[in-house]
């Protein structure tokens, strides 16, 4: 291999790289020595802002697949036949702790995933779970606030968490989830991954219906128990981001199922709770998944920096057929996300080759931080124009959303979307095991011995009140292990 010679970033070949120029061997630095400057300088600045959320991660690129033909529900030219396929690049993370927060930590998984289509990027952002700790997203920096550091301790604190859990039952469904062995995962190649969120569909007869996005691992579900995390945690914090990279190393690749749940306009309106509400499922036995295709994740990216932590989904990237729809939380995110690469990433964040489309780009943006791209030659940047061909294709016109309200104000709730204790309860009693309930109870039981003050007795009380609408036996169980005496008639 030919030497490759030393350069200044500017291009200058360049000899002194280990010692600074100065007067005389003793004698101090010199001004002029550009290249310490230029070390330095960039030095500082390696670090961009950590994500808010989701900071630690890691990521691979991959393969998608259709395997079945959907074209009936969406007319996105990804799904136009089987055997399409697109290039996609996947970020697993975790989602409260800080970058340097271990892998095993009990906390919800970011599963978030870029499709490079034909069409342009398609985001589809989502964690491993199917719910959210809440249904609108003027809640989400309150959330996330009690899910980091104390303001007077700078330390974790189970008293804010619980706190605000306790005054939310809203969240039940999502913590009863967290605190099970589900909460845990055993590294990111067995774990599902879902959209959570209610999306669109539109085929080419422009007809609409509601879609949720399950990823299913076709390496089988594999969890850890509280104290084996804790014992990870100790001895190996990269551990999932391990485990992912030398299974792809030894090309022992993971790989995925993507079905869909589909629901008509008209079942929407009839469903006996908030089909957008983020806190609940859909039952599959009304809405049976209906697979679409594989996901193989087969490359780890050459630079971590450059593709991993570089790289921004956004629940706004969507391809023709694909949309959105009323979730609040979605609302929410469509805005969020955006902003948080733009304050992260600058303006032109997309241009970064992670984030490019594999489709020619045309607009009027121009200028920002790091435009790269030529920044539109010389041609205008304003539209309409007399100068450039850029036209809009009426072809990718979306169809009208009809409102079920034309009064604009806080949304007054059928009675069931505010029953936060049904569906929580049914995974306690139905899906968990006898093992699972046992160590959901231990999980449970260990967080909430962390809370402490004054308001120690009231949170407690509210929080199991809320754990005995779920059930009983889950209130009674969490109540003996914490030492409280807990009146089942008075629930006190």
């Excluded at 030219?77 to 996609?88: A, E, H, I, T």
């Excluded at 920044?375 to 959303?401: C, T």
């Amino acid at each position: 291999m030919k030497n490759k010679k030393l350069t200044t970033t500017s291009g200058r070949p360049y000899f002194e790289n280990e010692d600074s120029m100065t007067v005389g061997p003793r004698g101090p630095v010199l001004l002029q020595d550009f290249y310490l400057h230029e070390k330095l300088a960039h030095f500082n600045r390696e670090r961009i802002p950590e994500r808010v959320v989701h900071a630690k991660g890691t990521g691979a690129f991959g393969k998608f697949t259709v395997t079945k033909d959907i074209t009936r529900y969406t007319r996105a030219k990804l799904f136009s036949k089987v055997g399409n396929s697109c290039r996609v690049f996947v970020r697993f993370s975790t989602v409260g702790g800080e970058k340097g927060s271990a892998d095993t930590e009990r906390d919800p998984r970011g599963f978030a995933v870029k499709f490079y289509t034909e069409d342009g990027n398609w985001d589809l952002v989502g964690n491993n779970t199917p719910v959210f700790f809440i249904k609108d997203a003027k809640k989400f920096p309150d959330f996330i606030h009690t899910q980091k550091r104390d303001p007077k301790t700078n330390l974790k604190s189970p008293t804010m968490m619980w706190d605000f859990w306790s005054l939310n039952p809203e969240s039940l469904h999502q913590i009863m989830i967290l605190f099970s062995d589900r909460g845990t995962p055993d590294g990111y190649r067995f774990m599902n991954g879902y959209g959570s969120h209610t999306f669109s569909m539109i085929n080419k007869k422009d007809e609409k219906v509601w879609v949720k996005f399950h990823f299913k691992t076709q390496q089988g579900n594999r969890t850890l128990t509280g104290p084996q995390a804790e014992e990870i945690k100790g001895k190996d914090p990269d551990y999932s981001q391990r485990d992912l990279v030398d299974a792809i190393s030894k090309k022992d690749f993971p790989r995925w199922t993507l079905k869909i749940q589909v629901m008509t306009e008209e079942q929407a309106k009839k469903f006996r709770w908030n089909p957008f509400d983020l806190t609940k499922v859909w039952p599959q036995k009304e809405f049976p998944l209906i697979e679409a295709g594989v996901m193989e994740l087969n490359e780890i990216p050459a630079n971590y920096f450059a593709d991993v932590e570089q790289s921004a989904f956004a629940p706004s990237h969507t391809v023709d057929g694909i949309g959105l729809s009323p979730d609040k939380m979605l609302q929410g995110r469509i805005l969020a996300y955006p902003d948080a690469h733009r304050y992260r990433l600058g303006a032109n964040y997309e241009q970064i080759p992670v984030n490019r489309p594999i489709v020619p780009v045309h607009h009027h943006q121009r200028d920002g931080f790091m435009n790269v791209d030529g920044n539109g030659g010389s041609s205008p940047n304003y539209y309409p124009n007399s100068f450039d061909d850029i036209v809009v294709d009426k072809n990718y016109k979306e169809p009208a959303m009809k409102f079920d309200s034309n009064v604009a104000d806080t949304y007054d709730r059928n009675y069931k979307d505010d029953d936060h204790y049904t569906q929580p309860g049914n995974l306690f009693r139905k899906v968990m095991t006898e093992e699972q309930r046992k160590n959901t109870v231990s999980n449970f039981v260990g967080s909430l011995k962390g809370i402490t003050g004054p308001k120690k007795k009231e949170i407690l009380t509210c929080q199991l009140d809320h754990f005995y609408k779920v059930d009983k036996e889950l209130a009674l169980g969490i109540a003996k292990g914490l030492g409280i005496k807990y009146d089942v008639k008075t629930k006190k």
